[in-house]
């Protein structure tokens, strides 16, 4: 874990850092290069001469309080990509603090890297293990609160964001579950449980089964419990984890298989954000629910047309084998919902459909909610994080797409239509109407874009926080 402290004055700063400022930074050294190098109109960046620093970056002040666009972030990604020190001075005296939060959660996540895997052969670089504020006297109490918050944050995105980078061979249902049981054992708060194939049957989980059982590696259901209080309404997430999507015998083309693997990105994020709860030991009681299936081709791999049967005795016609999410997550949000009668709410979250990512971009996470409080929360808990939602349609008029001639409701719409909140509108069929309920579709967001190459991002589990957060 990346550590943290707070000066009030540069010359406390530890030798050979890299200092980030402000071009307007009052604490800044007289010397002829800072001079020069407030003269410059965008980024002035030097390695030379700036002594007793390695390196120092001045960023435009408008940057520092950008937080729609993020172009602090989109400034700093390059500069962090190569560190050339392992020590970071960052200048907060004037920053806004949904930027803030952003850039320390980008800083801290630097913990995790695709090399980290060790799967390919990587010389030795610099790696950035301390973060120095320089802050005014009058804000250090409220900063402490801040990056603490953002430390543990970082600390359970960094954990989704290693198990989803990890190859889907290796990222299997079983492997998540065991390797949620060795990350949550550090935490006492934290107790698991965990249902094989064989108790899948057993307690009805007629959709989990249906897409897990075309694989050699059969499905799981993960429940993460964690009480933080001993009484009290219990707050549910819900996560799809399926570890890789071929799309079953409604084949994918190759190109869109190639980043599968990250189709677990929402069962991940579930156990990072549980780890960050137990991190901040939080008031609260939770439990995270980690639905986990390969979908695969096999002998027993389901078919299209066939009648499934989830917990709460739904039937559900597969009419589109490549609409897995939505059967996995029905199945653990009524599963959720029998565990937990009183939930305060549940809030699942998903990589579910392309289509949000046509409507909405890669910046904003779809929601589908029907219950207005609970939207408007997650809302402004995404405007406060940076870490944003935008809401999609969901009510009666979207209930053609779900009718089934054969069943109680078809998994995809015939007519490719609103593929984004027909699958929220199957979904919200498995949560009573006494349990407030969202669904987020983060198939835009679990992913960060850059030179054509995609990584797990961590997202939402900063929104989650905030909100929990504000719901304490």
Known sequence: MIAYQFITALSDAKPRSHLIARVSCAQLPQTALVAEMRDSDGIADTCFGCAPFARITLLPNALW???LTEGLLAALRPLIASPVSADIVLDVTDIDEVVLAQVLRFL???????????????????????????????????????????????????????????????????????????????????????????????????????????????????????????DGPVRCYVGKGITFDTGGLWLKEGAGMYTMKYDMCGAANVLGLMLTVAELALPVRIMGVLALAENAIGPDAMQPGSVATACNGMTVEINNTDAEGRLVLADAIAWASQRHPQARYIIDMATLTGAVVKALGYELSGLMTQDEPLRAALTQAGKRSGDEVWSLPLDARLKKQTDSAIADLCNTPTNNAAISA???????????????????DISGTALWRENGRSVASGRPIPLLVEHLLGDL
């Open 422 to 440: 027909s699958a929220a509108w199957l979904l919200h069929h498995f949560c009573p109407q006494t349990i407030p309920w969202a669904h987020l």
């Open 108 to 230: 801290f996540n630097q913990a995790h890297r695709l090399s980290d895997l060790q799967l390919k052969k990587t010389s030795e670089c610099v790696r950035i293990k301390h973060i120095t504020a320089l802050c005014l006297p009058e804000q250090q109490a409220k900063l402490e609160t801040i990056f603490r918050q953002q430390q543990a944050i970082a600390h359970g995105m960094v954990a989704a964001r290693r198990l989803a980078d990890i190859p889907s061979d290796r990222c299997t249902p079983q492997f998540m579950v065991e390797e949620a049981q060795k990350l949550c054992a550090a935490y006492p708060a934290l107790r698991c449980e965990v249902l094989n194939e064989k108790a899948i049957v057993e307690q009805g989980l007629g959709l989990l089964n249906a897409v897990g059982k075309g694989a050699t590696c059969p499905p799981r259901l993960l429940a993460i419990h964690y009480d933080g209080v001993s």
């Open 65 to 67: 309080h950008d937080a």
